[in-house]
């Protein structure tokens, strides 16, 4: 069942993920001003899990609120944001929810918070953002629990591995996204040594996908350091960007380890919002030699 408090245009849409929670709130103050930009509206979604044969049913992770006071409370939410927006109240399990919501909304981005996982192991942790690049491939802007800004990102961070990729149609949707910011992008990219792929062959990787058509001129960032992660959130607060982009490409193994992925370490550990935009591997017959950990910002599904 789905609530629709108001009529809206049709125009850009941003999916926003809410449990109530203060995460929440501040990731919906982030899309509300994302919104501003994009002259968007907000779907914003909640995922009401009451069945049960529900999995986490016992696990102390699921609401005690009723359908109709989730209702209520999601209702009052919507009604106070300063953007145009509907409300939907879903039932079933949240990749499958988000899903139907896309489906339906086609949103340029889903908007969702990070939880606070900080005392637990990368191996052990798990996130919704982690769940959703899983099961589908579609550009996410998590916001991580301790960000104290909520405007709109004023230096954007593109980290590029190097390897040539492909987008399909949600490569338009992050370039209407950065040209609506408005602001600085410098590409970064991260090696072992000084004489592997330099800043200006990421780039052109980047510049052939279409990625940078229509935004003024892009910079160029090499780092040397032996883990791309720490290379990354280095050069974020070097250069005091507030926002991370991440081309995040499947592996072409199933199960590898969680803690070789970068984007993974990404969303669990950036200060700073990230947007993950998935990305397709090269055809086979212009594969370039697979990325070692060091090289690639590879999501491990």
Same mark, same amino acid.
């Not at 995460?23 to 994009?38: I, M, T």
């Not at 992770?61 to 879903?90: D, F, I, N």
């Given at each position: 069942?789905?609530?629709?408090?108001?009529?809206?245009?049709?125009?850009?849409?941003?999916?926003?993920?809410?449990? #109530?929670?203060?995460?929440?709130?501040?990731?919906?103050?982030?899309?509300?001003?994302?919104?501003?930009?994009?002259?968007?509206?907000?779907?914003?979604?909640?995922?009401?899990?009451?069945?049960?044969?529900?999995?986490?049913? #016992?696990?102390?992770?699921?609401?005690?609120?009723?359908?109709?006071?989730?209702?209520?409370?999601?209702?009052?939410?919507?009604?106070?944001?300063?953007?145009?927006?509907?409300?939907?109240?879903?039932?079933?399990?949240?990749?499958?929810?988000?899903?139907?919501?896309?489906?339906?909304?086609?949103?340029?981005?889903?908007?969702?918070?990070?939880?606070?996982?900080?005392?637990?192991?990368?191996?052990?942790?798990?996130?919704?953002?982690?769940?959703?690049?899983?099961?589908?491939?579609?550009?996410?802007?998590?916001?991580?629990?301790?960000?104290?800004?909520?405007?709109?990102?004023?230096?954007?961070?593109?980290?590029?591995?190097?390897?040539?990729?492909?987008?399909?149609?949600?490569?338009?949707?992050? =370039?209407?996204?950065?040209?609506?910011?408005?602001?600085?992008?410098?590409?970064?990219?991260?090696?072992?040594?000084?004489?592997?792929?330099?800043?200006?062959?990421?780039?052109?990787?980047?510049?052939?996908?279409?990625?940078? =058509?229509?935004?003024?001129?892009?910079?160029?960032?090499?780092?040397?350091?032996?883990?791309?992660?720490?290379?990354?959130?280095?050069?974020?607060?070097?250069?005091?960007?507030?926002?991370?982009?991440?081309?995040?490409?499947?592996?072409?193994?199933?199960?590898?380890? #969680?803690?070789?992925?970068?984007?993974?370490?990404?969303?669990?550990?950036?200060?700073?919002?990230?947007?993950?935009?998935?990305?397709?591997?090269?055809?086979?017959?212009?594969?370039?030699?697979?990325?070692?950990?060091?090289?690639?910002?590879?999501?491990?599904?």
């Amino acid at each position: 069942m789905r609530i629709r408090l108001a009529h809206i245009a049709m125009c850009p849409t941003l999916l926003v993920l809410t449990d #109530f929670s203060a995460g929440a709130n501040r990731s919906l103050k982030v899309a509300v001003n994302f919104a501003h930009l994009l002259e968007a509206q907000l779907v914003v979604l909640h995922v009401h899990r009451d069945s049960l044969l529900d999995p986490e049913r #016992f696990t102390g992770k699921l609401s005690g609120e009723s359908y109709e006071a989730t209702m209520r409370a999601l209702h009052s939410l919507v009604r106070q944001l300063p953007v145009p927006a509907l409300a939907e109240v879903g039932q079933g399990l949240l990749p499958d929810v988000v899903a139907d919501a896309i489906r339906r909304y086609h949103p340029l981005l889903v908007v969702l918070s990070r939880p606070d996982a900080e005392n637990i192991p990368d191996e052990l942790a798990t996130t919704t953002a982690l769940q959703l690049l899983r099961s589908s491939s579609f550009p996410l802007l998590v916001v991580p629990p301790a960000t104290t800004k909520m405007t709109a990102p004023r230096h954007v961070l593109l980290a590029a591995d190097g390897g040539e990729f492909g987008v399909d149609e949600h490569g338009d949707a992050l =370039r209407h996204v950065l040209a609506a910011l408005h602001a600085p992008v410098t590409l970064v990219h991260v090696t072992e040594s000084a004489t592997q792929h330099t800043a200006a062959q990421a780039y052109e990787t980047v510049a052939g996908a279409g990625l940078t =058509r229509d935004l003024p001129r892009v910079s160029t960032n090499h780092i040397c350091h032996a883990s791309p992660t720490q290379g990354l959130l280095q050069a974020v607060a070097a250069q005091r960007a507030d926002l991370l982009v991440v081309l995040a490409r499947p592996r072409s193994v199933w199960g590898e380890l #969680f803690h070789r992925s970068v984007t993974a370490q990404l969303l669990l550990h950036s200060p700073v919002p990230v947007l993950v935009l998935p990305v397709q591997n090269t055809p086979a017959r212009k594969r370039p030699p697979r990325p070692t950990e060091t090289d690639g910002l590879l999501y491990s599904i």
